[in-house]
């Protein structure tokens, strides 16, 4: 029973790169939702899906792009990564909408920008 | 838009009780629980569906006034575990400009338990 999984779990990189976070699961769940975590902040919603090829923009969606073509996976591309991209990033997934189902996160994607 | 949790940090011996608060200015149709420890994934404590539930956890419980737009969390005899950051969500439907429903956390109550 993996569940959802993150990779890689710790990344380095240089402003303007491109770098791409990866989730995974295996519970068919039909929402993922992306988070960052900075101090100070709480959780703080980037981007969310309801399906694949259905997606809608959180709170801090600017310098984010997602895809969701198959179920299981919703990967999070910084397209030109910029140091206030230091974060922490979680990825989790619910098996309907957030009134009614608990959200299951995966271990986190510490993101380094030097 | 996000939830407004206090105290920012608690501080209790084991065994000690404490509450965590949660309110919102808007409407609410759910509210979430979760607790993070340091250096961990957030895990889910508890849902609270209707104006009024508690629900329970362990040693650990909540309720919702739907009236009053607030939530809160009441941990009975502490215990080391329970230390972490603990994390309410609120649920209110669908916004505007958006088409799908989501969760706004607050920014967290550390609670730290000595032994």
């Known amino acids: 029973d993996a569940g959802i999984t993150q990779s890689p779990r710790y990344k380095i990189t240089e402003t303007g790169r491109q770098v791409t976070l990866m989730c995974h699961q295996t519970?068919?769940?039909?929402?993922m939702f992306w988070y960052r975590q900075d101090l100070g902040h709480g959780l703080r919603l980037i981007y969310y899906s309801a399906a694949a090829d259905i997606t809608d923009k959180g709170e801090v969606p600017d310098g984010y792009v997602v895809s969701r073509s198959k179920t299981e996976n919703f990967p999070l591309t910084l397209e030109s990564a910029t140091r206030s991209q230091t974060s922490v990033y979680f990825c989790?997934?619910?098996?309907?909408?957030?009134?009614?189902?608990?959200?299951?996160f995966g271990d986190g994607t510490r993101l380094s920008i030097l | 838009q996000q939830p407004v949790q206090s105290p920012q940090a608690v501080i209790l011996r084991e065994g000690e009780d404490a509450v965590i608060n949660c309110s919102s200015s808007k409407a609410l149709y759910s509210v979430h629980w979760y607790r993070q420890k340091h250096g961990e994934a957030p895990v889910f404590l508890m849902i609270l569906l209707k104006g009024g539930e508690q629900k329970g956890h362990d040693k650990i419980s909540a309720s919702f006034n739907e009236k009053k737009q607030q939530s809160s969390l009441y941990l009975t005899a502490s215990q080391l575990s329970y230390s972490g950051t603990y994390f309410c969500g609120s649920y209110r439907g669908i916004d505007r400009g958006s088409t799908l429903g989501r969760l706004y956390f607050g920014r967290g109550t550390q609670l730290t338990v000595w032994p």
């Open positions: 989790a997934s619910s098996a309907g909408q957030g009134a009614h189902q608990p959200q299951h």
């Open positions: 519970w068919s769940h039909s929402y």
